[in-house]
């Protein structure tokens, strides 16, 4: 991912983020291109190797949750605080965006694979992260990352618990801002 970008209306004193030409766009710059991709509001110019373009203003975040006492299997046991747990526990999405990788941290490792999967509106989306055998930590990132719209309910289920105890799980997400 690249960490070189401006946002739409910055303002700096070289390069495509200066003033504007004298037709009032950025588009007289050779190494911006703001016609193959329209930008919208919002919108950031990002660095492809070759040009500046135009990509929507996203922002990644962690949503995690803690099981405090022994995983067990096929059970909806986390909590995003104060003990709460159910089927029905998760977080609303107030923006659309996809699901790009877990991670996992148990105090107590596993005496066997024990197994988290992601659940959007209580449903498995078919990805979780494996923690193996007597470690304490794994992570995963999903090739296709699931996506959801604003308005789903991101959560986790166990799988496997392994003899794991004292977990926390987290998902990785990108949301479109």
């Known amino acids: 991912m690249s960490t070189d970008s401006i946002y739409m ?8 983020q200066g003033p504007a ?33 135009p990509v929507p203003h996203r922002q990644i975040m962690m949503l995690w949750a803690e099981e405090n006492g022994s995983m ?13 747990v159910g089927a029905q526990i998760g977080i609303p999405m107030l923006y659309p965006g996809r699901i790009l990788g877990m991670s996992i941290n148990a105090e107590t490792a596993p005496t066997s694979s024990c197994n988290v999967e ?15 055998a007597s470690n304490n930590n794994a992570t995963t990132t999903f090739g296709t990352p699931p996506t959801f719209i604003a308005g ?18 987290c998902m990785w997400v990108e949301v479109d801002l």
């Open 9 to 16: 209306g910055s303002q700096g004193d070289t390069g495509p």
């Open 21 to 53: 030409g004298p037709n009032g766009s950025i588009d007289i710059l050779t190494d911006v291109d703001t016609t193959t991709v329209t930008p919208s509001s919002g919108d950031r110019l990002e660095f492809d190797g070759s040009n500046w373009v």
């Open 72 to 84: 067990a299997d096929n059970t909806d046991e986390w909590s995003y605080g104060n003990g709460a």
């Open 118 to 132: 992601v659940r959007k509106n209580n449903t498995s989306v078919s990805n979780s992260v494996t923690l193996a």
């Open 152 to 169: 789903d309910v991101l959560n986790f289920k166990t799988v496997l618990g392994g003899g794991a105890s004292d977990v926390r799980v």
